[in-house]
């Protein structure tokens, strides 16, 4: 006699799978809904990073009148609206920022007041124009060494209204060119004195003039005007 095995039922089957899938899906449910371990106390989230606050130029936000790179230092003139403020920030943000004080001397800064020299010690001049006539000028020089610059506060001033930066004497570090009427102290601003002849005097980073260079009829006379260019060959003892 031959055997047959019982077949299991379909609705049996059915009622086995359906229990399976049941049974999976709550013990997903358990594991999904099983409390988090807490932070520990006093652990807490990573504080944001803080934001530098906008500068300032004489009360107002300052405004980008100029950049260049020197060294692959970014510098940067700021004013405020009216330019009578003006800061100069050395670095990428938030840099080393410096109040310049010849925005206190009435100058007029433009796209043309930075002017910035690489070299054993890369510098950086602000000058404007003073007064209604354009014949006087102020400049401030701003020096690096090392990796730090500094504003050694003497202001610089030219009578005939050119002031310059160039290394004059050829030995890697500029040199600030002042074009000045060659008339005693004590005519100073007057017309006599507006009437002399001119001639540039030339200043080191520290401040000691280097030499003069001879008499001209105007600063137009001189290499390179109204960007000065001299050389060591042009300069001689300063008329006394």
């Not at 354009?134 to 701003?142: D, V, W």
């Not at 060494?145 to 050119?162: H, I």
């Amino acid at each position: 006699m031959r055997t047959t095995a019982a077949r299991t039922p379909r609705s049996a089957l059915l009622t086995a799978v359906l229990a399976a899938v049941v049974t999976v899906g709550a013990i997903g449910a358990v594991f999904l809904l099983r409390p988090r371990p807490e932070a520990p106390a006093g652990a807490a989230e990573p504080a944001a990073a803080p934001i530098a606050p906008a500068l300032t130029c004489g009360g107002s936000p300052c405004r980008e009148l100029a950049a260049v790179t020197v060294g692959g230092t970014p510098v940067v003139l700021l004013t405020d609206s009216a330019g009578g403020a003006a800061r100069l920030r050395v670095g990428p943000e938030p840099g080393t920022v410096f109040e310049l004080s010849i925005a206190q001397l009435g100058v007029r800064l433009d796209q043309n007041s930075l002017r910035c020299i690489d070299g054993a010690a890369p510098a950086c001049l602000v000058r404007g124009d003073a007064g209604a006539d354009g014949r006087t000028a102020y400049g401030e020089l701003l020096v690096g060494s090392g990796g730090v610059w500094r504003d050694p506060g003497k202001p610089y001033y030219a009578d005939a209204g050119t002031l310059s930066l160039y290394d004059v004497t050829a030995d890697g570090r500029p040199d600030v060119i002042v074009v000045r009427h060659d008339c005693p102290g004590s005519l100073a601003g007057t017309p006599k004195c507006a009437a002399a002849p001119v001639l540039g005097e030339v200043y080191d980073l520290v401040g000691r003039s280097v030499g003069c260079t001879r008499r001209v009829t105007s600063p137009s006379d001189l290499r390179g005007w109204p960007d000065i260019r001299l050389t060591r060959a042009d300069l001689r003892a300063c008329p006394s």
